[in-house]
């Protein structure tokens, strides 16, 4: 029946056609966009509202705060097409981990000078690849890579990245990538010399996520050690310093404490005028916050009521003692003494750790469920735990969490999913992964009308899903370059 429902046809056609950005009418936001979709009675799939004035502010903020750093956006973290068209209407750089991702930053047009290929071990068909396309800088931290890049691609800029570890890392990558910066850089770097390598800079990655400013001091100390041995005892100008990513992105985080260490760092160690191009590598800056997602409650499973087991009591015992454990079956050892008195309700959604939420295994995030229903300030908050969809035990989303009683139908918000997600996710189990809905104010829409290559039509009218409340305000918007106006009975 839904084939032949025109609500469930166009909120299907915004959810899946082309990639487009759909305009605003002002004073709506994502969280109207969200309750229209939901509170329509007809979307069941979990869904995604990407807000593109979030990334655009985002440019803004790394502007004013980091203005000596030009940054490449690492592709690794979201590799919407969208995405990656405003940053680079915008102007910045790209970190390409793979020949695809560089083949998909070289088809927006981007000039491949704008481009690093920041993945120190390199498959062979990838050198190839980017020599083919003229990405001449790319990393390096061993000596095998060096050879495999003087065979391949000799006239490559290559940049030595050294290890320097930030103490606290969400996501830690110095165990897989860098070289000790006091004896082994020096020698790396002798012996790209003797290859006949163009040696163009130095890179590190302090750890994703990062929570410790200092570390970027460090960091920038080694490389500038680097530089000056580079200098006196192989007679290498280095002119690349390539500080990396690490700098959070979520709602609520800023990058001022990073940034006032790393500006005072580049002031002491690369002053303006040295020669040095400052670069970075930021992820989860430009897109954390971005993306919000909404799922929605299939099926729960309430514990079961206290009554007399049926069993006789020896039997009882000996099967073991359940009074520490969830209706989940789960130990609750670690939850908070109110939490772990009381039982809990199990809540089964329509995204999971094999969707969007491979963050939780492989990036370590946390996430927040925020229900989408109003809650009553006197609501009575239960103990629960949120599950995907799949059949798989690993499957499980959030583990004792206080939250006002749902239903099935209720829907679950997540902010802050703009990260190391939809990028990783699949449709284990026939789940289907997500589908987004890109939003901009009519304000953004007009700066970035014309800047985007790829598609002609980006932008779309606004979200027409009728009948909901939220909807009413929303009217005028722009459709493949005309303003549209529609009034309220739908007649355009
Ligand atoms: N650069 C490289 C080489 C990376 O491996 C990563 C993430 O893994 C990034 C940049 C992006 O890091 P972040 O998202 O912490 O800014």
Redesign the pocket.
């Known amino acids: 029946s839904h084939l032949h429902n025109p609500k469930m046809q166009l909120i299907s056609k915004y959810l899946e056609e082309e990639p487009r950005i759909h305009v605003l009418d002002p004073g709506t936001g994502v969280w109207n966009v969200i309750r229209s979709i939901a509170e329509s009675g007809v979307q069941e799939d979990a869904f995604y509202v990407c807000d593109i004035d979030d990334v655009v502010k985002k440019y803004e903020v790394w502007k004013q705060k980091l203005p000596r750093v030009y940054p490449h956006y690492?592709v690794?973290?979201n590799d919407s097409p969208l995405v990656l068209e405003v940053l680079a209407a915008l102007g910045i750089g790209f970190?390409c981990?793979s020949k695809a991702e560089m083949s998909q930053v070289i088809k927006m047009g981007v000039d491949p000078k704008r481009i690093i290929f920041?993945?120190p071990a390199k498959p062979a068909s990838h050198i190839r690849h980017a020599a083919s396309l003229g990405v001449e800088v790319m990393?390096f931290d061993n000596e095998v890579e060096l050879h495999k890049i003087r065979t391949l691609y000799s006239s490559a800029k290559v940049v030595l990245r050294i290890r320097c570890d930030s103490e606290v890392a969400q996501?830690p990558?110095g165990m897989k990538?860098g070289c000790e910066a006091t004896m082994e850089a020096p020698r790396l770097l002798a012996l790209a010399k003797n290859l006949g390598l163009h040696v163009e800079g130095i890179s590190f990655?302090v750890g994703?996520?990062?929570g410790d400013p200092p570390v970027f001091r460090r960091a920038i100390a080694r490389a500038r050690a680097l530089f000056d041995h580079a200098s006196s005892a192989l007679g290498m100008q280095l002119t690349l310093l390539d500080l990396?990513?690490?700098?959070p992105g979520n709602k609520g985080s800023t990058i001022d404490a990073i940034a006032d260490v790393v500006n005072s760092a580049l002031e002491e160690f690369f002053p303006v005028g040295c020669g040095v191009n400052i670069i970075a590598?930021?992820?989860?800056?430009f897109v954390a916050s971005a993306y919000t997602l909404a799922t929605h409650i299939h099926s729960l499973r309430e514990p079961p009521p206290k009554a007399p087991s049926i069993l006789p009591a020896s039997v009882a015992e000996s099967l073991g003692n359940s009074r520490n454990q969830g209706a989940d079956g789960k130990d609750s050892e670690n939850l908070d003494e109110d939490v772990k008195e009381q039982p809990k309700i199990m809540y089964y959604i329509n995204d999971g750790v094999y969707g969007s939420f491979g963050n939780l295994l492989y990036d370590h995030a946390h996430v927040t469920p925020i229900p989408l229903k109003p809650i009553l300030s006197s609501s009575k908050l239960v103990p629960s735990s949120i599950w995907g969809p799949t059949c798989d035990g690993l499957d499980r989303v959030c583990e004792g969490v206080l939250l006002p009683r749902l239903t099935v139908g209720d829907w679950i918000v997540f902010e802050d999913m703009g990260?190391y997600t939809l990028v990783s996710a699949g449709p284990f189990n026939g789940f289907p992964v997500p589908c987004v809905l890109t939003v901009a104010s009519e304000h953004v829409a007009h700066l970035l009308r014309d800047k985007l290559p790829l598609t002609q039509s980006h932008f779309e009218k606004v979200i027409d899903i009728p009948l909901t409340s939220m909807s009413n305000n929303w009217s005028p918007f722009i459709a493949d370059g005309e303003i549209v106006c529609r009034a309220k009975g739908g007649k355009t």
């Open positions: 690492a690794k973290c970190d981990a920041a993945n990393t996501c990558l990538f990655h994703s996520g990062c990396g990513g690490g700098y590598e930021p992820g989860r800056f990260a």
